[in-house]
């Protein structure tokens, strides 16, 4: 089992739409998590970082920790055709003396006009 | 205010070939990190370097291996090239692990194709 699981999509909406994107973790050591968007043979652009429990939100993103069940989310509003990318969750921890993070496989999402 | 850079952008190598890639993190960040990403996965961690030591290391056998230079950039280094090594190798920079500051910023990556 990956200690990360994430659906590899792909996802496709229309534009506007709300979109959910969703992992599921298995370490409870695990502290903070992020969201990360990437584009096409592109680096990873970070998004959202948090470290507790609740909502998080920034402009049309709200990233969503409940450690209670080991579950994350990213949600997009009023999703636009720019949006289109592959989306990735990453979790970590101050373990062996570093903060190494733990990355789901990504979502890839389409938005379409 | 540069970003993470990384060197060079593309490079195709042949098997048993050794490959150097390069690294300089964002202004103010004095952690690097390394990870490997295959096509249509997610990164896998290589290895942290803080003040020039290799911090944490993931699971990664030792013909990787890495080097930080007093300015914190950073090498990665492969030796005896595999075909399995093809990958994008993306570099990421943070503040030092303990300070609170777990962001980790990314490189646009080196697409390594291995022939």
């Known amino acids: 089992q990956k200690e990360v699981e994430q659906d590899p999509g792909p996802l496709s909406v229309p534009e506007g739409a709300i979109v959910s994107l969703n992992c599921t973790y298995s370490n409870s050591a695990f502290q903070y998590f992020m969201w990360y968007r990437q584009y096409s043979r592109k680096g990873p652009e970070l998004l959202m970082y948090t470290y507790s429990s609740g909502n998080k939100e920034d402009g049309r993103f709200t990233a969503q920790v409940d450690k209670s069940s080991k579950y994350i989310s990213l949600f997009i509003r009023d999703s636009q055709p720019s949006d289109s990318a592959t989306y990735l969750c990453a979790t970590g921890g101050l373990t062996g003396g570093g903060n190494k993070l733990t990355f789901g496989t990504g979502t890839q999402l389409k938005v379409e006009l | 205010d540069a970003g993470v850079t990384q060197s060079p952008t593309h490079l195709i190598k042949t098997r048993g070939q050794q490959v150097t890639l390069r690294c300089s993190p964002k202004?103010?960040?004095?952690?690097v990190s390394w990870y490997q990403q295959a096509l249509g996965q997610g990164p896998q961690f290589i290895f942290q370097?803080?003040?020039?030591?290799?911090?944490q290391r993931g699971n990664f056998p030792d013909r990787f291996s890495g080097h930080q230079f007093p300015n914190y950039s950073s090498e990665l280094n492969v030796n005896a090239l595999l075909l399995g090594d093809s990958a994008l190798y993306l570099c990421?920079?943070?503040?030092?692990?303990?300070?609170?500051?777990?962001?980790?910023?990314f490189g646009p990556g080196t697409r390594l194709t291995v022939l």
């Open positions: 202004s103010g960040h004095d952690t």
């Open positions: 370097y803080y003040e020039e030591e290799e911090r």
């Open positions: 990421a920079s943070s503040p030092q692990p303990t300070s609170g500051g777990n962001e980790q910023f």
